[in-house]
């Protein structure tokens, strides 16, 4: 037995270097940093913005813009690829690839528009808008899976808080690029080609797998702060729309706005901030309780016990897979049932709100609404969506951790009420497309972390990357087929006849234009059955997943801590519960000696220091 007596000495210097490496290595400024990635991560949605010059400058006709949209929307919706290198190397790998895309991309758009590069082929430009919107699916994986395995247990707040961001970040990148750039729309291309890169490679070593033994005790109600910061966030953001589409902004009051927004877009750090400092204190607290420290040197602590597993074939156990909530094998959970009903569930919910919402200008020409109206709209639409994507995540998790509520029976509900908003669409009631664009733009937003966290708890997050991915795929799949398939032909039906009624003949390259309430109302009552298929479907999984959520889905992580995400680097500590010097040496720690201090570090990296000058044993 070894006692030392430690007393006063000097290690405050140090004390303050240890607690900014644990802030910028911690779990919750890896939250901070993956909102910043996923608050610039929407190029994809301020398309319109550049358009237009990407079609004048090019000579490209309507048909060729659209082949290049969709080629942006096939490239944003499409990860698995990320999630499959996810599976195999660590996040920065995957968020190094992201910008590099990202910047090479929409590099070589710009490079095409301003003709510093000859006139590309449009196979060419499809791959370059395919390559820059990819990007944003490899951040999303580097940055949201990463800290959803970071958070088990507050999954849903997680997908809920990063998701609207991202819902947020086409209003963010517009409010940017306005103070830098004016209405240079090239300038906007070069700026959307470095601005996210940048972003992502400044946080590559923060964003990673952190080890945790316990849940922290008000995890929650951080979460809740960062969410009543991002309200903020966006209230401001739609005020700015309204008043930029009623009053002429010059350039001096988009800086003032932009700088108001970049001021609310870090706010979040003030809140990681102090609750760091509130983990540091209490552990620094804790290790200066005792003034004695025992140390037991003959009988050292017995190394952790390897457990190797039993190597079993991808394919020997496709159709035998384990519990739900169990880590499933990629084959195993896309051979599953269960998937098939979510992405086929998710397929009819997101398509229909997704044609609701790409049609939602034409539509709005169509009824004869001005189009300050229809500029109104969009910005409904972007609001509605972040606040989807938000009360969505966090409504569930409290209705699932407080009273058991299925988190399927949530999707299952929102999946129905945007059925609201299609029947609204297609009979034209007058003025009821501002309702119907609040309607679309909630439910769209809200089955997005609703679906991935459904997923995640179902089939485990061992290959949560890929999984996650997958589930993204259902996107463009039913937007292809109620977007293009079913509102794009039947509209040009309708258009048709209304030509042929007027005595008119289609020239050659002629748009098709519609007017009036019969334009979209066979679309959107075909797109309403087709929701409605997906409601009675996504009930089977709440049927098939009753007694799993009826359960304590969560238990395992709480039982065992290698179940959690770990690392080996450092993190910091998810206990708020002070504890004595002894009970902190008869843990799984080790300590440091110094000349001057005791620093006591813990197997999980929190690390505390006692400030003695001697050391007695």
């Given amino acids: 037995m070894v006692a030392g007596h430690i007393s006063g000495g000097g290690c405050a210097w140090r004390d303050m270097k240890n607690f900014g490496l644990k802030l910028i290595l911690g779990r919750w400024f890896m939250v901070f940093a993956s909102l910043l990635i996923m608050s610039v991560s929407g190029a994809t949605y301020i398309f319109g913005l550049y358009s237009n010059v990407v079609k004048t400058s090019l000579g490209y006709d309507q048909t060729t813009l659209n082949l290049l949209s969709f080629s942006k929307d096939l490239g944003s919706n499409v990860g ?18 992201g910008s590099l895309m990202n910047f090479f991309g929409y590099f070589m758009i710009w490079l095409a528009v301003t003709g510093r590069t000859s006139k590309p082929q449009v196979w060419k430009m499809c791959v370059y808008f395919c390559l820059g919107a990819n990007s944003q699916a490899f951040a999303n994986t580097g940055a949201l899976v990463t800290c ?31 103070a830098f750039f004016g209405d240079d729309s090239s300038a906007l291309i070069l700026f959307i080609a470095w601005l996210p890169a940048a972003v992502s ?20 109600r951080v979460f809740y702060n960062i969410f009543f910061i991002s309200l903020g966030l966006a209230g401001f953001l739609m005020i700015l729309i309204i008043s930029q589409n009623s009053f002429s902004f010059h350039r001096i009051e988009y800086i003032g706005s932009a700088s108001i927004v970049t001021v609310l877009l870090f706010f979040p750090l003030a809140v990681v901030v102090r609750e760091d400092f ?9 290790l200066t309780d005792s003034s004695q420290v025992n140390l037991v040197t003959e009988n050292p602590p017995a190394p952790p016990q ?14 035998k897979p384990p519990d739900r909530g169990e880590d499933h094998t990629i084959l195993q959970a896309l051979f599953s049932i269960d ?13 229909g709100t997704l ?47 407080k009273y058991k509520m299925p988190r399927p029976l949530l999707f299952t509900i929102v999946i129905l009420f945007s059925c609201v908003g299609h029947v609204l669409i297609a009979f034209a009631v007058p003025n009821s497309l501002y309702f119907a664009s609040v309607i679309t733009g909630f439910c769209f937003g809200a089955q997005w972390p609703l679906m991935y966290a459904i997923i995640s708890e179902i089939f485990g997050l061992k290959y949560y990357s890929t ?78 997943t009753r007694k799993f959520y009826k359960s304590d889905i969560y238990k395992r992580f709480r039982d065992d801590p290698q179940a959690a995400a770990q690392t080996e680097t450092g993190s910091t500590s998810t206990s708020n519960q002070p504890q004595s010097m002894a009970a902190t040496i008869a843990s799984p720690n080790y300590l440091k000696v110094s000349s001057d201090c005791l620093v006591v570090e813990s197997m999980d990296g929190s690390t505390g220091r006692q400030d003695s000058p001697l050391l007695k044993f």
């Fill in 80 to 97: 698995i690829i990320s999630g499959l290198i996810y599976e195999v190397t660590p996040p920065w790998v995957i968020l190094l690839i």
């Fill in 148 to 178: 959803v395995k970071n958070f088990p247990e507050s999954r849903g707040s997680v997908l809920g808080l990063l998701k609207s961001y991202v819902g947020l970040s086409g209003a963010i990148l517009t409010q940017l690029y306005h």
């Fill in 201 to 220: 490679v400044v946080f590559l070593r923060t964003i990673r797998i952190i080890k945790i033994h316990r849940r922290q005790t008000n995890e929650l």
């Fill in 278 to 286: 509130k983990i540091w204190k209490t552990n620094k607290q804790a």
């Fill in 306 to 319: 390897i457990v190797t597993e039993k190597h079993v074939g991808c394919f020997e156990n496709v159709f």
């Fill in 339 to 351: 998937m098939l009903v979510i992405f086929t569930a998710t397929t009819c919910g997101v398509g």
């Fill in 355 to 401: 044609t609701a919402i790409d049609n939602l200008g034409q539509i709005g020409n169509s009824l004869g609404y001005p189009s300050r109206s229809i500029t109104t709209f969009v910005s409904l639409v972007s609001i509605w969506n972040y606040l989807g994507r938000a009360v969505a995540g966090f409504a569930s998790e409290y209705l699932l951790t």
């Fill in 467 to 544: 999984l996650f991915n997958f589930g993204s795929v259902a996107s463009p799949v039913g937007s292809y087929i109620l977007n293009v398939k079913v509102a794009g032909h039947l509209y040009d039906v309708e258009a048709l006849k209304q030509m042929e009624a007027s005595g008119r003949t289609r020239k050659p390259g002629e748009d098709l234009r519609c007017s009036g309430g019969h334009c979209y109302r066979k679309a959107f009552l075909v797109i309403t059955a087709t929701t409605l298929f997906g409601f009675l479907v996504s009930c089977i999984l709440v049927f098939r």
